[in-house]
């Protein structure tokens, strides 16, 4: 027989409490045979002890209740429920709830239902009652204050949505809602009462789980909503005493797992010295490599560049990368950097320069620094090439970069759009001089008229506002690349999409372009790659590593000298060329996208096959060779 326990701690409420129990009567559940609710009541005056002491057992609901003299706090009203229920049942599975919740249907099967072994823990999806995303998996922040996941975001977001989302390990799950799995209350039974009253009893929980071998995972199928911190405030009466005990807590559990970051994984260890937070591309680019090779086996550490002033981290896995100790003796030191920017690397067992530039040439202070490493890692065939042939004479090694695939995993599922044709173009990029937007948009102007079911969407963080600085907006712009002539609806847009959204985005179109001078790698492509869209792309620079006439279209260019870059790093342009594209190629392959669309899918099919090698892991295992040749 399968039995369910489920240990709610009050405090008055009595609302809230009947709610709950309601909510869990209603349930048809079938993935236990009972379940026994335990009522643990920390000195309730409202008539709590009466309404539970009323309740009426059935065939499937057993109702247990305990009442203590004082408010003992939520970690100890816990742990007297649970032990209680262990004695009696040493298999149950355990579920901690607070009573402000109430379950939607379907949320204790969710909960479970069979998973692996490891799995220790199990949380869900809490909605506050306007239906706003109160949690989704949560993690402590790099101001170590705990985050939920999806807060504040609308549920029918198609971001966000369940059916949409898969089951993930997370750092911690709330102990509003909280699986104990029978094979992890064996060996962890009780919640630390050290955070007695209330706060980080289960974040620490979810870290000695993890220190015991078992994962905590948030299931965005099982559904509730939480009515948050009422009875806190009903004994606190404010937020800021609420806070307060919270930020005690805080304090008290880094000084618990202070210690757990220096325990070493691997004698494979490294640190990374570099930008890390933030949607910079270079950002992206190591935070992957530094997962990927962290899940490859490698004991990593991260030293943000920005330490100071970081961005956030909502990626626990990173953070707790940035968490261990910066011992750079102990480890082999990778920084990344573009151009004679690598000199803040300090000495470790080896020294290794991540770096890549569009120029087909480096400056000799870019050179020395390179060659006054032990290693050199670039993220293209067409980079290597150019530092080889700009005298560095360290080893140099190629690992692309990798693609988070749960992020750009194929779905049907897209933040709609009203307006689109026959077939689609996309293109997102920053909008500068090397991106050269204009032959993009002339091309487009130039090969398609009204009539034609085409359309192109560019998006462009910066492009309202270098338009600015030219004193025009986007109407103008094409205004003047147009020349008045009539062509095929464009549309712009520079909204910030999240990482996590940015594929719902992109999922609307047929085919990507980008009519780049010059690209060390070029995420963008690879990323809508993981999405089967092809790309139509300049036949020149790390490009060219992924596309190949299978996956998509190489437009033809000529090289010119490159004109002086506003911008900080300019040097590592000064003397340098990159490609031009091809006015009338552009046109030609946008011209047979459009006629040939079976092959457009073909070739992002291709694409979708091909990128698969790009993944985290795969990325992580060949960086892991070439450093520590394991």
């Not at 009567?25 to 002491?53: L, M, P, R, Y």
């Not at 910066?462 to 147009?482: A, M, N």
């Amino acid at each position: 027989m399968k039995i369910l326990g489920i240990v709610i701690p009050v405090c008055n409420q009595i609302f809230y409490t009947k709610k709950l129990i309601e909510s869990i009567q209603e349930h048809e559940f079938k993935a236990c045979d009972k379940i026994i609710i335990f009522v643990v009541d920390n000195a309730s005056t409202d008539g709590t002890k009466e309404f539970c002491k009323g309740l009426t057992d059935t065939e499937k609901l057993d109702f247990r209740y305990l009442q203590n003299d004082t408010n003992l706090g939520f970690g100890p009203a816990v742990n007297q429920g649970m032990k209680i229920l262990l004695l009696e049942y040493p298999d149950i599975d355990i579920l901690v709830m607070n009573n402000d919740m109430e379950l939607l249907p379907g949320c204790i099967d969710a909960l479970l239902k069979e998973r692996p072994e490891d799995i220790g823990i199990v949380g869900g999806r809490l909605l506050f009652a306007d239906g706003r995303i109160q949690h989704a998996g949560a993690f402590l922040n790099i101001y170590g204050w705990g985050e939920h996941k999806g807060a504040g975001q609308n549920d029918s977001d198609p971001s966000v949505q369940p059916e949409e989302e898969e089951e993930e390990e997370e750092e911690y799950v709330t102990g509003a809602l909280f699986l104990l799995k029978s094979k992890l209350l064996k060996k962890l039974d009780h919640f630390d009462e050290r955070f007695q009253p209330c706060y980080f009893e289960e974040v620490s929980m979810c870290f000695d789980a993890r220190k015991l071998g078992f994962k905590t995972v948030y299931d965005p199928k099982c559904l509730a909503y939480h009515f948050e911190n009422k009875t806190g405030m009903d004994i606190y009466h404010d937020i800021k005493k609420v806070n307060d005990i919270s930020r005690k807590n805080q304090i008290k559990f880094y000084l618990k797992h202070e210690e757990d970051y220096y325990e070493y994984t691997s004698e494979d260890r490294i640190l990374f010295c570099c930008k890390i937070t933030g949607e910079w591309s270079f950002s992206i680019v190591m935070r992957n490599l530094a997962k990927g090779l962290s899940r490859n086996g490698v004991d990593v550490a991260i030293a943000p560049e920005e330490y100071h002033q970081p961005g956030n981290v909502w990626d626990w896995e990173v953070k707790k990368m940035i968490n261990k100790p910066h011992d750079y003796w102990n480890r082999h030191v990778l920084r990344s950097s573009e151009g004679d920017h690598l000199y803040l690397m300090p000495p470790g067992k080896s020294r290794i320069a991540h770096t890549t530039g569009e120029s087909n040439r480096i400056n000799r202070a870019w050179r020395e620094q390179l060659n006054a490493v032990d290693k050199v890692i670039t993220n293209s065939t067409f980079f290597r090439d150019v530092m080889l042939n700009y005298g560095v004479t360290k080893p140099i090694s190629v690992v692309p970069n990798a693609v988070d695939m749960n992020l750009y995993k194929s779905s049907n599922s897209m933040m709609p759009l009203t307006y689109k044709r026959g077939i689609n173009f996309v293109s997102v990029f920053h909008f500068g001089e090397r991106k050269n937007p204009e032959a993009l948009f002339k091309a487009f102007i130039e090969e398609f008229d009204t009539k034609e079911d085409v359309t192109l969407t560019v998006h462009s963080l910066s492009l309202h506002w270098v338009l600015q600085q030219q004193g025009k907006d986007i109407k103008q712009y094409i205004r003047e690349l147009s020349g008045g002539k009539e062509h095929a609806p464009i549309y712009c847009t520079n909204s910030f999409l999240p990482d996590t959204t940015m594929p719902y985005f992109l999922r609307n179109f047929d085919c990507n372009i980008s009519s780049s001078r010059g690209e060390g790698f070029g995420n963008g492509i690879v990323e809508v790659s993981a999405l089967g869209i092809p790309s139509i792309v300049t036949n020149y620079s790390g490009m060219t590593d992924f596309v190949t006439p299978d996956v998509g279209w190489l437009v033809d260019y000529k090289l010119v000298d490159i004109p002086l870059q506003i911008l900080p790093y300019f040097k590592n342009y000064v003397g340098g060329q990159w490609a031009e594209i091809s006015h009338e190629h552009l046109r030609a392959c946008l011209r047979y996208a459009y006629e040939h669309r079976d092959e457009v899918k073909l070739k992002g099919k291709a694409a979708l096959q091909k990128v698969q090698n790009y993944s985290i892991e795969n990325v992580g295992k060949l960086a892991k060779q070439v450093i520590f040749g394991d």
